[in-house]
């Protein structure tokens, strides 16, 4: 198996039918993990997909891998979530591809945005320190309420309360589109737009 072989891109409506499948990979993936993770459903999930807010990697006609992003705060906080590989395809890059395709698509529709992160996994964390994201304090972060409600569904939850979502057992990240980076990591998200639509007219897998 080559990551080759796997399109990673935004979401379509009709991929909704996958909903079902991406709740168990991670609910799977978090039990493998031994962590904590906040429950989603397959009507949260389609949602995200209908609203052009979640990004899909395909071998064909299956899924393996998925994330998504959501904003917060009228918009000043975008958070990127729920990234998952299918355990037959780990090791390719994959989850590199998926973080890079969610990355984009917050920039696009985001581009003014704080994006941020709350998450146990090491590679996940990897992953955002190679994009520009920050190790921040929850007090960083959004303060929506709605946002940390999200975390109910998570083992760790009484640990957020307790501390009174100060701290949990996740670490908090976070890129600011106003800190400056070095040129050969700024994101460009008119440039990115511009290759997205050369992509579709020429029909090149992206």
Same mark, same amino acid.
């Given at each position: ?5 796997? /399109? ?12 079902? !499948? ?27 997909? /209908? ?11 299956? @899924? ?8 917060? +705060? ?6 990127? $979530?729920? @990234?998952?590989?299918? &355990?037959?395809?780990?090791?390719? +890059? @994959? ?21 941020? $992160?709350?998450?146990?996994? !090491?590679?996940?964390? #990897? !992953? ?8 921040? /304090? ?14 109910? +569904? ?32 700024? &994101?460009? &998200?008119?440039?990115? #737009?511009?290759?997205?639509?050369? #992509?579709?007219? @020429?029909?090149?897998?992206?």
């Amino acid at each position: 198996m080559d990551i080759k072989d796997i /399109t990673v891109k935004f979401a379509e409506p009709e991929e909704t039918r996958y909903a079902d !499948l991406i709740v168990r990979l991670i609910y799977e993936s978090a039990l493998q993990r031994g962590t904590g993770i906040a429950k989603r459903t397959p009507e949260y999930i389609a949602q995200k997909i /209908t609203s052009g807010k979640s990004v899909v990697a395909l071998h064909n006609d299956r @899924l393996v891998g998925f994330s998504y992003i959501e904003s917060w +705060g009228h918009g000043d906080f975008v958070a990127t $979530s729920g @990234l998952i590989v299918d &355990p037959e395809y780990r090791h390719l +890059g @994959l989850a590199g591809a998926i973080k890079t395709k969610t990355f984009e698509l917050a920039r696009l529709r985001f581009p003014f945005a704080k994006l941020f $992160s709350i998450t146990t996994s !090491l590679p996940v964390m #990897k !992953l955002n320190s190679r994009m520009g994201y920050k190790p921040v /304090t929850f007090s960083e972060l959004t303060d929506d309420d709605e946002f940390w409600q999200g975390c109910e +569904g998570c083992r760790n939850y009484d640990i957020l309360q307790r501390n009174n979502r100060r701290m949990c057992l996740c670490t908090g990240m976070l890129f600011d589109p106003q800190q400056p980076l070095a040129p050969k990591d700024r &994101p460009n &998200p008119y440039a990115m #737009k511009i290759r997205n639509t050369l #992509k579709k007219v @020429l029909h090149i897998r992206h």
